[in-house]
Nanobody
Framework: QGRPVESGGGLVEAGGSLSVSCAAS????????MAWFRQAPGREREFVAF????????YYADSAKGRFSISRDNAKNTIYLQMNSLKPEDTAVYYC??????????????????????WGQGIQVTVSS
């Protein structure tokens, strides 16, 4: 598969909303399991949200639950992360990741960095206070 490419980051005020996108490169797309991670300065990369190949299973980190929504449009070879009620602590580089595994991915497994084979370059999301 091609390397995913993130877009849509930027600067927003606390309490605002932002949507980031992740598109597969090239003209074809395999609907792999995909996820969003983020990494803030001085922190480890952390899981944010996961979406299964067909979009049936969606998992969220506790920090994202109720505020963020992951979705996908396979016709456009794209997944999205809609982020609402943003907080300064959401400030991070957001990474899109793809897993080629065909096995069922459980909630705890989905948050494991090691299962993902291909990563985007990351995109900055900054939330001002």
């Amino acid at each position: 598969q091609g390397r995913p490419v993130e877009s849509g980051g930027g600067l927003v005020e606390a309490g605002g909303s932002l949507s980031v996108s992740c598109a597969a490169s090239g003209r074809t797309f395999s609907p792999y399991n995909m996820a969003w991670f983020r990494q803030a300065p001085g922190r480890e990369r952390e899981f944010v949200a996961f979406i299964s190949r067909r979009g049936v299973y969606k998992y969220y980190a506790d920090s994202a639950k109720g505020r963020f929504s992951i979705s996908r449009d396979n016709a456009k070879n794209t997944i999205y992360l809609q982020m609402n009620s943003l907080k300064p602590e959401d400030t991070a580089v957001y990474y899109c990741a793809t897993s080629t595994s065909t096995s069922f991915v459980s909630r705890p497994t989905a948050s494991t960095v090691g299962i993902y084979d291909n990563w985007g370059q990351g995109i900055q999301v900054t939330v001002s206070s």
